[in-house]
């Protein structure tokens, strides 16, 4: 597989920054006790060299719907009114150990009071477009310069409701830095700008933060984008990498670098394992939709195709109309035509999703889509809304 830019690796997610530097020295010491740092960060090596006005000036429908797409907010900085909105004023207790966290606007950031730390340390960029969450992300350096950081322990969620971040629900009853939230290496707070971002400047391991391109941009999914433009420029004959001409497989393991992928998961993997309900593209591979989709020709001898973009479009905002995804089901389940076996116990017209990809509560706030796409003992795994309760995704 082509690579499309130069990277250094595989990348996770979080939220938000700052300064903190009455922890450098013990940080330092926290950091050498950990265990390994994670694989390298997927970031580019250079900044784009062209805007994405660039690519409007011939592909403006897709860069117009973009601006809509969770994709082009996933990382967006706290002087932005949405995002103070959603913690300005408000106050949160923790129900571990009832320290009350209260937060106002402070200049370019939003600060955080607690009851269990002493200081305001601020968050000057909260992580997630707000379709599940926004969360921040304290970061601060070593006395070697290295930038780590910590997920904050409360996020905002749709409803305008702050709760525990999600993953945190188990692990929010510390005190000092503990009390705020989770702490991360070097290489996993580059992972975490290097999925919501466009372009991260890394030097000698500290992130030039003031140098961020937020957002997940067209350089950062289309690597030969620059090229692309440039030949353009000059009259020459150029196209751009796209992820329907790659195999099936290349294109979820490029969607994978930010949405996991399934060998980042050690092994065996279970469909019953609630964790995996959060990483879409580790689950559809599992599927035997996915991985027997070879065996499904289409009436011009070709093989049938899936894969992510079967069902979505990274350009604009998910569709919650669950015929749209039911028709790539009924691509393959053709059985009048000769194609893959319809489903037994129900009808071509009835909503596939149901059954097959429910919806599963991760905690209180949010419900993922099951990606593992099976034939399930049950209507829905446990924990699954019942089927008049589905969301039309």
């Not at 409701?161 to 503990?178: A, D, K, V, Y």
């Not at 705020?180 to 290489?187: N, P």
């Not at 991260?200 to 992130?207: E, K, L, S, T």
């Not at 690597?223 to 497989?249: C, F, K, N, W």
Request: charged share 20%; glycine share 8%; net charge negative.
């Amino acid at each position: 597989m082509k690579s499309p830019m130069p990277i250094r690796g595989m990348a996770i997610y979080s939220g938000a920054l700052v300064l903190l530097a009455g922890v450098v020295g013990w940080t330092s010491g926290w950091l050498a006790e950990r265990s390994p740092e994670v694989s390298a960060p997927v970031v580019l090596s250079h900044p784009p060299r062209h805007s994405q006005q660039r690519c409007a000036e011939c592909h403006q429908e897709v860069v117009e719907a973009f601006r809509d797409a969770p994709h082009s907010g996933t990382l967006t900085r706290a002087t932005a009114q949405e995002v103070r909105a959603c913690f300005d004023g408000k106050t949160f207790m923790n129900p571990d150990n009832d320290s009350v966290l209260s937060y106002h606007v402070d200049s370019d950031r939003i600060a955080v009071s607690s009851s269990g730390y002493p200081g305001r340390p601020g968050f000057e960029w909260i992580f997630g477009s707000g379709t599940h969450a926004r969360t921040p992300l304290l970061t601060f350096h070593t006395a070697n310069g290295r930038t780590i950081s910590a997920e904050h322990l409360v996020s905002w969620y749709p409803g305008d409701q702050l709760g525990i971040t999600l993953g945190m629900e188990n692990g929010t009853s510390g005190r000092g830095i503990h009390g705020l939230g989770g702490l991360k290496s070097t290489a996993e707070t580059i992972n975490c700008f290097g999925c919501h971002a466009t372009f991260v400047p890394v030097q000698d391991d500290r992130i030039l933060l003031d140098q961020i391109i937020p957002n997940v941009g067209c350089r950062r999914c289309h690597g030969d984008a620059d090229q692309h433009v440039d030949d353009m420029d000059r009259g020459l004959s150029s196209g751009i990498e796209r992820y329907s001409e790659m195999t099936p497989e290349e294109s979820v393991d490029r969607c994978g670098e930010c949405h996991r992928r399934a060998t980042e998961m050690g092994s065996p993997l279970s469909p019953e394992d609630g964790l995996l309900v959060r990483f879409a593209s580790v689950g559809l591979v599992q599927s035997p939709c996915f991985q027997q989709q070879r065996e499904v020709k289409n009436p011009d001898g070709t093989f049938q195709r899936f894969d992510c973009i079967s069902c979505h479009d990274p350009h604009r905002q998910a569709s919650r109309d669950w015929k749209h995804h039911a028709a790539a089901c009924l691509r393959c389940h053709d059985q009048a035509n000769g194609r893959s076996v319809d489903c037994p116990v129900a009808d071509r017209r009835d909503n596939c999703l149901e059954c097959h990809m429910p919806q599963v509560p991760s905690n209180d706030y949010l419900s993922f889509t099951d990606h593992w796409i099976r034939v399930r003992s049950s209507a829905a795994p446990k924990g699954a809304r019942p089927a008049n309760e589905q969301r039309n995704e």
